[in-house]
């Protein structure tokens, strides 16, 4: 069977997810290390923010290190409610130090990056133009960080319709390792506006996950993750090493298949 000249042997979709985002590092280094490099990265709000810093050319290893000892309030600082609590000029200064592109074009790898329209409930898919915007739209949780104009529209998280982005780049790649680090999971009720925040959020951005789920080659998921709250900065090198962990576990299943089904394409074109 032939390929399209400007199909991506291998394409990855990190999902979002909040301070678990930082296990999609460690998957990507556990992938690394066993061979298997992504031509092309799909992320919504944390895998959104994984995903560029690692599109940028940076290690996970390097890019764990960018947030050690960083606390939540060193990414967003509290506002009057305009729109949302917190102002994102953490996650802009952030960005802008560790990332050496300014433009999706200037990646080293493709990036597709997802934020929903607020006005028009729309997902958009962002692949050209400024990168900081869009990938801080991404991660824009609704009531908890103000959303981001763009081009006269207003952003917020992409994991109001799209939580799992595979679907994005699906008709590009031949094969996609999905990353879904936050599925649906129960939690104790507890009498605070964060947890019921926290609570309702991942509800409505998993339940817009099956589809997605389905359309993976192959599929890296975990429970375990669920203990991490959303803000979680205080243990990302434990996550960190779960992700790693749960990928090498992925890999001792499927490395020969999957090896073979992205030489095997190789050898073919």
Do not use: W
């Amino acid at each position: 069977m032939s390929q399209n000249k400007n199909t991506y042997q291998l394409g990855i979709a990190l999902s979002g997810g909040g301070a678990k985002g930082f296990a999609h590092l460690g998957v990507l280094a556990a992938l690394n290390e066993a061979g298997l490099f992504p031509q092309v990265v799909s992320g919504t709000s944390a895998g959104a923010f994984a995903g560029v810093l690692y599109a940028d050319g940076h290690s996970p290893e390097e890019i764990l290190s960018f947030f050690k000892k960083k606390a939540f309030k060193e990414f967003a600082s509290f506002t009057i409610p305009q729109g949302g609590f917190f102002k994102t000029d953490g996650f802009q200064t952030f960005l802008k130090k560790h990332l050496r592109a300014r433009n999706f074009e200037d990646l080293k790898i493709p990036l597709r990056v997802v934020a929903t329209d607020i006005e028009h409930g729309e997902s958009r898919v962002f692949s050209s133009g400024q990168l900081i915007p869009a990938v801080i739209a991404s991660c824009s949780v609704p009531i908890i960080f103000r959303p981001v104009e763009i081009k006269g529209h207003y952003y917020v998280d992409g994991g109001l319709f799209k939580n799992f982005p595979v679907s994005t780049i699906r008709k590009e790649c031949d094969k996609i390792i999905g990353v879904n680090v936050s599925p649906i999971m129960k939690s104790e009720f507890k009498s605070s506006i964060k947890y019921v925040a926290e609570r309702s959020f991942h509800y409505m951005s998993t339940s817009n996950t099956l589809l997605d789920r389905n359309l993976c080659n192959y599929l890296i998921e975990s429970t375990e993750l669920f203990k991490y709250s959303m803000f979680d900065l205080d243990h990302v090198e434990e996550i960190y090493d779960a992700g790693y962990h749960l990928a090498k576990e992925f890999l001792s299943k499927n490395e020969g298949i999957l090896l073979q089904d992205t030489s095997s394409k190789k050898a073919n074109q």
